[in-house]
């Protein structure tokens, strides 16, 4: 037997504040003008969301629902850090108690049981504002600056920058599929 996800869903909490700012990116890739501050904005989402990808993280807060079979044990949560558990659901959509279930571990924390075939679990996720890790905020300007240089041209199938890239894998918990 096996743990997956069998769906998931991702939702911003609130307002998005992105790690790195218009004035941040213009200086890291050396722009002066603001011709391209709307280009550069774009540069950064996109930025954000690979490193996210890669690294299965939440740069920026966010409610997860994700329904998965926890037959083995131990289902790792994706897209930490947890800041919240909200609810867990069986099968039929009724409210698991708490007292019934049971987290290991802290902002990346495993379901050790119940060990059954269909959850599904809501949670907050992501860093608070304003507390994203500096090595992943210079990955993002690293892949901002990549994506600016490279516009227009047909890039490698790993679609992030090398130097990013290494920096996601000491992040990641879990092998990305990109």
């Given at each position: 037997?096996?743990?997956?996800?069998?769906?998931?869903?991702?939702?911003?909490?609130?307002?998005?504040?992105?790690p790195?700012?218009?004035e941040?990116?213009?200086?890291?890739?050396?722009?002066?003008?603001?011709?391209?501050?709307?280009?550069?904005?774009?540069?950064?989402?996109?930025?954000r969301?690979?490193?996210?990808?890669?690294?299965?993280?939440?740069?920026?807060?966010?409610?997860?629902t994700?329904?998965?079979?926890?037959?083995?044990?131990?289902?790792?949560?994706?897209?930490?850090p947890?800041?919240?558990f909200?609810?867990l659901?069986?099968?039929?959509?009724?409210?698991?108690?708490?007292?019934?279930?049971?987290?290991?571990?802290?902002?990346?924390?495993?379901?050790?049981?119940?060990?059954w075939?269909?959850?599904?679990?809501?949670?907050?996720?992501?860093?608070?504002?304003?507390?994203?890790?500096?090595?992943?905020?210079?990955?993002?300007?690293?892949?901002?600056?990549?994506?600016?240089?490279?516009?227009?041209?047909?890039?490698?199938?790993?679609?992030?920058?090398?130097?990013?890239?290494?920096?996601?894998q000491?992040?990641?918990?879990?092998?990305?599929?990109?």
């Open positions: 037997m096996y743990n997956f996800i069998i769906d998931h869903f991702l939702e911003y909490d609130g307002a998005i504040t992105e790195v700012t218009v941040e990116a213009k200086l890291y890739c050396r722009i002066t003008d603001n011709v391209e501050d709307n280009l550069i904005e774009d540069l950064i989402i996109q930025s969301e690979a490193i996210e990808k890669v690294t299965n993280l939440s740069l920026v807060p966010k409610i997860a994700v329904w998965f079979t926890n037959l083995s044990g131990m289902f790792q949560f994706q897209y930490g947890m800041q919240e909200t609810e659901l069986n099968e039929e959509g009724d409210e698991i108690d708490p007292a019934n279930y049971r987290l290991v571990g802290g902002q990346y924390p495993s379901l050790a049981r119940p060990m075939p269909q959850l599904k679990a809501t949670y907050s996720c992501g860093f608070p504002e304003g507390e994203v890790p500096t090595e992943l905020k210079i990955a993002i300007l690293d892949q901002v600056s990549y994506g600016y240089e490279n516009r227009g041209l047909e890039v490698d199938g790993m679609g992030i920058c090398e130097k990013a890239w290494r920096v996601c000491r992040w990641t918990r879990t092998s990305p599929i990109i």
